[in-house]
Each structure stands twice: as structure tokens, then as C-alpha cells.
């Protein structure tokens, strides 16, 4: 089995979303012939973005080995430091910390490894992943969980910042034998801004969801609500901070025409509070749950509307209760942020293939690109504009009416969402691997046989 050095800063049992994307690829690359040998981040409490969930170790196979980067992570930066890191590039102490203490504990327990994967963010495992492959004399493959740079949401102090974090990226991502990308728009934009990375390899794969969290029977609800689900973090925080800082654009650090705050429950609670005046039956039959993280900003911000008593709270869930929510809920919330009429979303929420998968009723708040082209071949995807509050009334509307009279609404095209299994993405990565390693050894070949004599080259 070939073995294979996987960098992962989060893996369980650290949760989340870009967790589950590198946990279900180590369950699944031994099925491929790959053994993955993890070189994680110290799994801590009270990480936002980090949250514990012990339900994800029990998924990691037994006989992958898990080396873990001593801690402790470093503390966050008070704010004169964290000021001049942002605005003077000045390193920060954790990727200092990150990049030495990870790159040391890969070469010593790479043990024969042929190839290294490195999943980001944190995008700090770039260098890690670069370091190693030196030291090693192995080829590295890129895995963007976000386009990086190129992410529409990323708010930079000025246009030169970004400039900067594009020179850094392409530089780093020049080292990689292949890059992954998350979304095939992604990966599109990825050539056009980098054409010098045109040569590699450079492919999309997705996020995507387990059918096995989909086989069993779960127990019927027991109350009679209408029930809306949002499963996830939202950006209230970020969209508030952009929305009263406009020198971020004044100065070009941010995509024209982005909002970031519709990536948060304040359009669907406008759009509830149109609709229960137009309906006002929905008063006695609606309840809203939001499970994920929650911040100030977002309690605030529900506090404030008038559909505020509708709310409930549910804060961090396992991934198991998260799956039992999204699977009970009579319609599945899916905001992002704004962008102009045509602009090309790079990124697609990985909750959204676990909502496609479930077979309920989604409501998306989507701007143009591959979430929006998703969700429509679904079958089970209303789609609307972020910002588009009428449109979410329409939605609520006809999946309310449908509910009342007890008929579905949504018909899954299943031939379609299985293309997002784990296992066939995990393939695809496999297909990456094979023949990166295959590049790798006609290279070895090819220096190997112009280092013989002309006679010996004839013989080769």
C-alpha cells in the first residue's frame, strides 16, 4: 500500500465541515491502495472554528496512524500585533509555530511515504507541505478547501495586500505537483489568475456527503411545526464589519459589489416577517432552529427582528445530530453572500451536499455559480437571489402550502447528487495520487538517464 503523508491542521476529533472532508478521505484512500499517515493540530476546546466532536474519531479507522503537533497553539494576538500583521505582513506566532512543528513531525514519521497531501486552511500548511517535499524529495498535492486569495469573501486592508496574498499563493502553489481545487468555477478562475500554473494538474473536487448517513430510519418527529433548518455557522460578524468599514473598498480589499451579510439569518427573518403579515396562520405553525456556533453578532441580530420568537438556538451539534436536524427539517436554509448579477461564485458551503442528500426542500439564497447550478439539477433546490426577501417568501410559501396539504414538493434527482458520495470523491483524489506519482517517476527516469554516458544512454 502506498503511504501517503496527509497534513491536516483539523482532523477529529475536531468537527466541522472541512474536517469531514479530510476524515471521510482518510476512511476511504486504503480502499484505493493509499495509506495515509495524519500530521494534525492538537485537538483543543473552546476553538469557534475548531469545535470538539468525539462522535468523529469513532470514524477514523483504527489502523491509520495520527501524529499530533504538540501544543500549545499559540494566543491570539492583542490588537496592536494583530494590526500589524494584518496591515505590515509582519508572521504570525502561529504560523511560526504551525510551520516549524508540523514540517519536523512530517519528516519524522514520513516512514517511506511516497507523496504528501496537504488540506487547507489553515494555508500556513502550504509552506509546511513545500518544506517537506524538499527535505523528502517527494511531490506534494495542493487541496484548497477554499480558493485561498481568490476566496470572493476574503477582506484585505488594501488592493496591494491582495496582490501580495496572490503572489504568495501562486508561489507556494507553483511547488505542487497538482492542485485540487473545491468547485469547478474554482478551479476555472485558479488558470485565469495564474497561467503560469496552467502546466499542472489542476482538477475540482467537491465536498460532498457519506450514503451510509443516509441508509438508516430515523425516528418521526413528534411535534406539528413547520420546522426551518440551518445547519453551520453563519458571517454576521464579518458582514457587519464590512458594511461599517467602507475604506476596505475605498482601498480595494474587498470584490465590488460583494455582501458578505446575507450570508446570515437577516434576510430570511425580513422575509418571515412579510410573510406571516400576508399568511397569518404561519404564526401558529412555524418554528426556526439554527444549530452551529453562535456569536453575539447573530443573537443580536435576530433579537432585533420581530420574528425573533420563532427562533430556537441549538448551538454546536455532533455531525450525527446535525444529520438527524437536517433530515427531520420540513425546509433546509442555505444563505451566501451577494455578488453582482453574473459574477461567478468560487465556493460552494459544504452543508450544501448533505442538504442535497437529505431529499428535503432547500431554500437557497444564492448568488450565480456552481451552489446555484447544484441546487437546481437537485431536484429539491429553490433558488433565489441573497438579498431577494420576496423570492424567499415565494419559497416559503410553496413549500408551506405543500406541507399543509401533505404532498412533497421536491422530486431528488438521484442520478445526479450521487455523483458527491465520499467514495467517489475519494476515488478521485486516488486518480490525483496515481498520477502525480507516475509524473514523478518519469521524472526520476529522465534526470537518472541524462546523468549516464552517450553510451549508456543508448542502452536505456
Not at 469545535?51 to 495520527?66: E, G, Y
Request: net charge positive; glycine share 6%; charged share 25%.
Amino acid at each position: 500500500m502506498t503511504r501517503v503523508l496527509f497534513i491536516s491542521h483539523l482532523f477529529p476529533p475536531v468537527g466541522g465541515t472541512g474536517v469531514q472532508r479530510a476524515q471521510k478521505f482518510v476512511q476511504y484512500l486504503p480502499d484505493e491502495g493509499f495509506l495515509p499517515i495524519v500530521v494534525a493540530g492538537p485537538a483543543r476546546e473552546g476553538d469557534r472554528w475548531a469545535p470538539i466532536d468525539h462522535t468523529m474519531t469513532q470514524k477514523v479507522p483504527t489502523n491509520i496512524p495520527v501524529y499530533r503537533v504538540a501544543g500549545p497553539v499559540p494566543p491570539p494576538p492583542s490588537k496592536l500585533r494583530s494590526r500589524l500583521e494584518r496591515w505590515a505582513g509582519l508572521p504570525s506566532a502561529f504560523k511560526q509555530w504551525w510551520v516549524h512543528a508540523a514540517t519536523e513531525l512530517a519528516c519524522s514519521v514520513a516512514d517511506g511515504a511516497h507523496l504528501i497531501f496537504a488540506t487547507m486552511s489553515p494555508y500556513e500548511s502550504a509552506h509546511v507541505a513545500r518544506e517537506a517535499s524538499s527535505r523528502l524529495g517527494i511531490p506534494w498535492v495542493a487541496d484548497l478547501r477554499d480558493p485561498w486569495a481568490l476566496d470572493d469573501i476574503q477582506i484585505y486592508p488594501s488592493f496591494l495586500h491582495r496582490k501580495f496574498e496572490m503572489t504568495k499563493m501562486e508561489g507556494l502553489l507553483s511547488t505542487a505537483a497538482a492542485i485540487i481545487m473545491n468547485t469547478p468555477v474554482a478551479a476555472e478562475d485558479l488558470k485565469r489568475a495564474f497561467p503560469r500554473l496552467e502546466q499542472k494538474t489542476i482538477v475540482s473536487i467537491t465536498n460532498g456527503f457519506d450514503s451510509e448517513d443516509f441508509c438508516g430510519s430515523i425516528g418521526s418527529r413528534t411535534d406539528t411545526k413547520f420546522r426551518i433548518v440551518h445547519s453551520g455557522g453563519m458571517f454576521t460578524g464579518s458582514g457587519l464589519q464590512l458594511r461599517n468599514r467602507n475604506f476596505y473598498r475605498g482601498f480595494g480589499g474587498v470584490e465590488k459589489g460583494i455582501d458578505i451579510l446575507t450570508r446570515s439569518p437577516e434576510y430570511l427573518l425580513r422575509a418571515i416577517e412579510q410573510w406571516i403579515v400576508r399568511r397569518p396562520q404561519v404564526s401558529s405553525d412555524l418554528e426556526i432552529i439554527f444549530a452551529g456556533t453562535i456569536t453575539p453578532d447573530d443573537r443580536a441580530l435576530v433579537n432585533q427582528s420581530k420574528a425573533a420568537n420563532f427562533v430556537q438556538f441549538r448551538g454546536f451539534i455532533s455531525h450525527d445530530e446535525s444529520l438527524r436536524l437536517i433530515r427531520t427539517a420540513d425546509l433546509l436554509f442555505l444563505p451566501m453572500h451577494n455578488l453582482p448579477l453574473g459574477k461567478r461564485c468560487r465556493s460552494v458551503p459544504g452543508k450544501t451536499y448533505e442538504y442535497i442528500a437529505s431529499g428535503r426542500p432547500i431554500l437557497a439564497a444564492v448568488p450565480d455559480g456552481d451552489a446555484r447550478e447544484f441546487l437546481r439539477q437537485c431536484g429539491t433546490g429553490f433558488t433565489c437571489r441573497p438579498d431577494d426577501a420576496k423570492g424567499m417568501i415565494e419559497i416559503l410559501d410553496r413549500v408551506y402550502l405543500a406541507w399543509k396539504d401533505g404532498r412533497r414538493c421536491v422530486c431528488l434527482n438521484t442520478d445526479f447528487v450521487s455523483r458527491f458520495e465520499r467514495r467517489i470523491l475519494t476515488h478521485a483524489l486516488a486518480d490525483v495520487f496515481r498520477v502525480t506519482l507516475r509524473k514523478s517517476r518519469f521524472a526520476i527516469q529522465t534526470q537518472a538517464m541524462f546523468a549516464k554516458s552517450p553510451a549508456q544512454q543508448a542502452r536505456f
